[in-house]
C-alpha cells in the first residue's frame, strides 16, 4: 500500500468513527483530522482541516471513505472468508449474487444512521467549488480499491460495495458465458450504486427482498445482455425442476422437468459438459426398459443414453460417450428390438452412427466408416426423392453426411469428396434456402473434406461463408461456430498464413479456460494445437514448443484417442522448425507406439512424412527412404494414391535428391503434384495456390531436368 493509500484510508477509518455518532451538518473537518492516526508516517498528533482537504479534495471523498471502511469492517465479520465458486445452475448463480447482496442491506440496516450521514454528503457541493476559480479536472487517485472509490465519490457515486461484489458476479456469469476482462468490475462499481441509492432511500424493508429486488436487476441488465435471451429458458426450466423436487419428488412430475432442463442445456450447444451430467440424472430418474412399461422406458432410455453420449462426445470424453452409447444401442436391440422392431432399428441407427463419429475422433476413421455405411443403410428406407422433409430423410442426410467424412478421414478423399458434394446438393434442392442453417452444416462438412482432399482455397471460401452464417444463427461462445473458427484456422494453417491463424483464434472464445470446462476440451485442445503450429511458423518455435508440450501434458497418452497423437505430431513439426531432431525422433517414436494398423491411415502417413524428414535432418538418407516407402504402402489400406499426404512425400524426395545433385527421376516424382487433369471429384489432386503445387513448380523450374505441364494461355473474351 502506497503512503497515500495508507493516508486514504486513515482518513476513512477516522471519518466512520465521527459519522456514526455526530450529524453530518454538525461533522467538522477538524474533528475528523483529529482522529486520524497515521503513526508510521512519523508523527501522531493533531492534524489541520487544512490538511484534510489537501488530501480529500471534498466532503464527498470524505463521507465514500467513510462508508468503504464501514463496510470492509463489516463484511470481514459477517461475510465469506472464500471467493466463490462457479455455480452448477443458474439459479444457484442468483441465489449467490442475491445472498451478497443481501449483506449489503444487512449492512444498511446496521449502520443505517452512517448511511444516511453517507446519503447526505455523497452530494455535498461547496461553494468552493462553484467558483469559476476552482479547478475543472477531477484530482488524481491512485488505481486502487481506496483511490476508485475516492474518484467515484468526487463524481458522487458510491463503489463501497464493488470490491465485495465483483468475484461474486464473476463466478456467477460463467455459469452460462465467459465474461470479459473488467466486465464484473464495472458491473459491480454500478450495482454498488444503485444498492447504495435504493437501500438507503428504503430503510424499513424487508431486506431479503431488497437483495432479491437488486439480484433481479443485475440478472436483467447485465447478465442477459451479455449472455443471451437463451439462458431465460434455462432460468425457467430449473425453477420447475426445482419446485417439482420439492413437492413431487421422484414423481413423473420430476422426470419431465429434468427433461426440460436437459432441452434447455443442450439445444444451446453451449454448456455441453452440463449437459452430460443433466442427461445421467434424468436416466436415473426414468423407468428402467423392460419392466412395467417396457416400450416407453426403453425409448426414453434410448433417447436419453444417446443425448448424453453426443454431449460428451463434443466435449471430449470419449470413454464416458463409448458407455453410453453402447448403452443405447444395447437397450434398443436387447429391450425394443422384441416389442417395437421399427423402434428398435431407428434407436439402434442412431447409436451406430453416434458410435461411427467417436470411432473417427478416437483415430479409427475405417471402422468408423463401416459403422456409419451401416446406419446408412437402415436410415435409407423412406428418404428417397419423394420423401420431400421427412423425419426419415433428416436422419438418413444426417448419416450421409458423417459417411463422407469418415470417407475422406480414412484417406479416400477422392470418393469422400463426392459423398460431400451430393449431400449439399440434395439439402439445398429440398430445402430450396441457401442460407438454411443444416446447407450451411452440409457446407462445412464439404469444406472438411476439400480440405483434406488438397482444396484449401476452396474450402477457405465455403467455411468463411458458413462461418458467416451460423455466426448470425448460434450464440458465439457455441459449439458450432468455434467449431467454424477452428477448421478455418486449420485451413489457413494448410496454406502457411498463421497470422491468419493466430488472429482467428485469439479473437474466439474457444481458446479460453472456460470454453475448455464448459463447453468442449476437445475443440479447444484442437485450437490450442493448431495456435502452437501458427506460432511456430510465425518464428517463434519455442513458445510453440512449451505451448505444445503443456497440452500434451493435459492430454495424456489416451490410447483410444486420435488427439494425444495429433499433438505428438504438431510437436514433432514445431521440434523439427527449431533443427532439434533428437527431440522430433523422440516424439515420433512415442506417437507411432500409439498407432494401430490399420487405424488412422492419414494420422500415419503424416507420421511416416515427418519421420522421414527427420531422418534427412540427421543425414540417414536410407533410414528416410524407407520411412517414404512405408508412406508410399498405405495404398493398401485404402490411402488414395493422390492423397496430399503422399504427393508431399514424393515433394520430399525429390527435394533430397535435387539437394545432393541428384536428377535422376524427380519428373516421375513431381509430375503426380503438377499433374492438372480432373480426378473423379473433378479438380486436379491439388488444388490452385496449394502451398505443395507452388513448390513443385519452383522445384521443377529450378531443376531444369522436368518436364512442365503446358497449360493454354486464357483470354478474356472481352479483350479479344
Known sequence: MSAQERRLSAIGEAAAGVLRTTSYHLVRAEDVAAAVRLSREGHSGRRSAVWLYNEVKSRRVLVALALHHAFAEFAERNGPQEWPS?????????????????????????????????????????????????????????????????????????????????????????????????????????????????????????????????????????????????????DVAERVRDLARRSSPGTRAETDAQAGVLRSVLDTGILLHRAAGEAAELSRLLPPGGAGEPEPGSRSQCDVHGRRGLALLRYGDLEAARTSLMECLAVAENDLAARRPADAVLYAARARHNLGELLMEAGRPLEAAELIDKALSARAAGAGPGAGLSPAWRRYTVTAQAAARAAARSGKVVAGLGMAEAVVADRQARLGEPGDINVVAARVS???????????????????????????????????????????????????????????????????????????????????????????????????RGALGELMGLLGTAPG???????????????????????????????????????????????????????????????????????????????????PLLLEGRYDEALRRFETGSFEGLDDLLAPLMDRAPLAHGRPALGEGHPLLLKAVALADRSGAVHLPRTPRQVLWEDA
Not at 102 to 123: D, N, P, Y
Not at 159 to 174: C, E, I, W
Not at 196 to 205: E, I, N, S, V, Y
Not at 583 to 595: D, P, V
Request: proline letters at 7%; hydrophobic letters at 45%.
Open 561 to 643: 484417442d486420435a488427439l494425444p497423437a495429433a499433438a505428438r505430431r504438431a510437436l514433432a513439426e514445431v521440434e523439427l522448425m527449431a533443427d532439434d531432431t533428437a527431440a522430433a525422433a523422440a516424439t515420433l517414436a512415442e506417437a507411432r507406439a500409439g498407432e494401430t494398423v490399420p487405424g488412422d491411415p492419414p494420422g500415419r502417413a503424416r507420421t511416416l512424412l515427418l519421420a522421414a524428414r527427420c531422418e534427412d535432418a540427421r543425414g540417414d538418407a536410407a533410414a528416410a527412404l524407407r520411412h517414404r516407402a512405408a508412406l508410399a504402402a498405405l495404398t493398401r489400406d485404402g490411402l488414395d494414391p493422390a492423397h
Open 86 to 234: 462457479v455455480p452448477g445452475s443458474l439459479v444457484e448463480a442468483r441465489d449467490q449474487v442475491t445472498q451478497a447482496l443481501l449483506l449489503v442491506a444487512r449492512f444498511h440496516r446496521a449502520e443505517s444512521f452512517l448511511t444516511q450521514q453517507v446519503q447526505l454528503g455523497i452530494g455535498d457541493i461547496a461553494t468552493s467549488e462553484k467558483r469559476q476559480s476552482a479547478p475543472q479536472e477531477p484530482p488524481s487517485w491512485p488505481d486502487s480499491p481506496l483511490g476508485r472509490t475516492a474518484s467515484a465519490g468526487w463524481a458522487g457515486r458510491v463503489l463501497a460495495y464493488a470490491r465485495h461484489l465483483a468475484p461474486v458476479l464473476s463466478a456467477a456469469a460463467q455459469a452460462v458465458c465467459p465474461p470479459p476482462p473488467g466486465w464484473a468490475e464495472s458491473c459491480a462499481e454500478k450495482l454498488s450504486d444503485l444498492a447504495f441509492d435504493a437501500l438507503t432511500d428504503d430503510p424499513d424493508g424487508p431486506v431479503d427482498r431488497q437483495a432479491a429486488a437488486l439480484g433481479a436487476h443485475w440478472y436483467e441488465r447485465h447478465l442477459i445482455p451479455l449472455a443471451g435471451a437463451w439462458i431465460n429458458d434455462l
Open 446 to 544: 464439404l469444406a472438411e473434406t476439400l480440405l483434406e482432399a488438397g482444396q484449401p482455397i476452396e474450402a477457405r471460401h465455403l467455411l468463411q461463408e458458413a462461418r458467416r452464417h451460423r455466426a448470425e444463427l448460434l450464440q458465439p461462445i457455441a459449439y458450432w461456430p468455434n467449431y467454424d473458427t477452428v477448421r478455418l484456422a486449420q485451413v489457413e494453417l494448410a496454406l502457411r498464413e498463421p497470422a491468419t491463424v493466430l488472429r482467428l483464434l485469439e479473437r474466439s472464445p474457444v481458446l479460453s479456460e472456460w470454453f475448455a470446462r464448459h463447453v468442449s476440451f476437445r475443440l479447444w485442445a484442437e485450437g490450442r494445437i493448431a495456435h502452437g503450429l501458427a506460432t511456430a511458423l510465425a518464428g517463434d518455435t519455442e513458445a510453440a
